[in-house]
């Protein structure tokens, strides 16, 4: 005896470039992130859940001031284009070159430079921290378990300790922070 078949239902097609209801049930996303595919190399577009420096913020690890240094020092990374996707320019004139960088790029990667050294350079904990926790958005752990500091995995808690500090040095850095005099 056959049975009877089940009638399809009719599917509403999502727009995939959005997170699923399912998804932003638990929680919210940031702007999208611009990357570059490590196949193929084309730019592609995620959305980061975990913002790093908000959840420590709101969990009391850093002061306002840490995370205001971390979002300027974010956003200097961004502007300086340290990041290392290149796409194509949409408008070409033709005939024209773009050898030259923008003045604002220019200024915001002597301003990631200056950071990076007040910090002890790249190849300092914490300069290496902001670097990828920071700049390139990594997480915390994902920077001690890849990264590290000079190719040694760090642990977890002293990975945070390292962005705490260099979050605090920042601060006083970007003059956030008054510096403490000697007495």
């Known amino acids: 005896m056959a049975g009877k078949r089940k009638a399809k239902r009719a599917t509403t097609q999502d727009d995939l470039s959005k997170p699923s209801k399912w998804r932003l049930q638990h929680g919210g996303f940031s702007a999208p992130v611009r990357e570059a595919d490590p196949d193929t190399g084309s730019p592609v577009e995620h959305r ?53 960088m923008p003045n604002r790029q220019i200024d915001a990667r002597r301003r990631v430079a200056s950071a990076i050294d007040a910090l002890g350079g790249h190849d ?30 760090v642990h977890g808690p002293v990975a945070q300790g390292i962005l705490v500090g260099a979050l605090g040095t920042l601060a006083m850095h970007f003059g956030l922070t008054p510096r403490q005099r000697a007495a």
């Open 48 to 100: 980061r859940a975990v913002d790093t420096l908000a959840m420590m913020l709101a969990n009391g690890t850093i002061t306002p001031q840490m995370h205001e240094a971390g979002q300027i020092f974010r956003t200097l990374f961004r502007s300086a284009a340290l990041d290392g996707i290149a796409t194509s320019q949409l408008t070409r004139l033709a005939g024209a070159t773009n050898d030259d």
């Open 124 to 153: 300092s904990p914490a300069g290496s921290c902001v670097w990828f926790v920071v700049g390139l958005e990594f997480s915390v752990r994902e920077w001690a378990q890849r990264q590290g500091w000079s190719g040694w995995p």
